[in-house]
């Protein structure tokens, strides 16, 4: 059973435009969500991340919205570039056991100048 | 500032040969260190964490071990290697428990 979702598998949109990528989760115990962006063939590299005492966290152009009722998130990202252009991992984690991070499988976003 | 290298940065290795991938970390004392699983076009699995020198926990079993010689070092390795070992290795720190990972550059392993 998957216990981090990611939708959509992929996503387009032109530069300029409002990305907007979406996390569920099962276990109702995840309590911190960070979100890592990856390029082809580099480590993931976290952007951003929320705890679940907060329902939205801003960074920059980057912003997490939490729901806890629901255990949904989504990362917007506004004014795409097409340096955004990656993968992007939403991860959980309960807190317990040293940090183990679930991941989902990934959204992959493509922005077209 | 704080660098985690990993080595090497690639490997082409036959089935049933030997493995030992590095990591180092350098500018951090007595960081929780992990090592991460990535198939080609896929999640990242969680393998095994360490939060001290000597202790290494494993999370799922892949017919690998891992090893913390020294503070600022974490070791990947099996005796013989799968096909279904290849992929995308990636190191990983963090400054305690419930913390930020910051993930190393990787080493991507093909096993023919």
């Known amino acids: 059973q998957q216990q981090v979702r990611q939708s959509p598998q992929s996503l387009t949109v032109w530069e300029g435009e409002t990305a907007i990528l979406n996390c569920s989760y099962e276990?109702?115990?995840?309590?911190?969500f960070p979100w890592y962006q990856q390029f082809p063939g580099e480590g993931p590299a976290l952007l951003i991340a929320i705890r679940s005492v907060s329902d939205k966290k801003e960074d920059g152009r980057f912003t997490i919205f939490f729901n806890k009722r629901e255990k949904k998130l989504s990362l917007h990202i506004t004014d795409s570039q097409p340096g955004d252009s990656a993968t992007y991992f939403c991860?959980?984690?309960?807190?317990?056991?040293?940090?183990?991070?679930?991941f989902g499988k990934g959204t992959q976003l493509i922005i077209q100048p | 500032a704080q660098t985690i290298h990993q080595w090497p940065v690639a490997e082409i290795k036959a089935v049933g040969s030997p493995l030992s991938l590095g990591c180092t970390i350098k500018?951090?004392?007595?960081?929780?260190l992990y090592w991460y699983w990535q198939a080609t076009g896929g999640t990242l699995q969680q393998l095994f964490y360490s939060i001290t020198v000597g202790q290494v926990e494993s999370v799922v079993q892949l017919n690998l071990s891992a090893s913390r010689p020294k503070d600022d070092q974490f070791i990947l390795s099996t005796e013989k290697l799968l096909l279904s070992h290849s992929g995308f290795y990636l190191c990983a720190w963090s400054l305690d428990n419930y913390a930020e990972q910051f993930f190393g550059p990787g080493t991507r392993l093909t096993v023919l």
């Open positions: 276990n109702s115990a995840f309590d911190y």
């Open positions: 500018g951090k004392s007595s960081p929780n």
């Open positions: 991860a959980a984690s309960d807190g317990e056991g040293a940090d183990r991070l679930t």
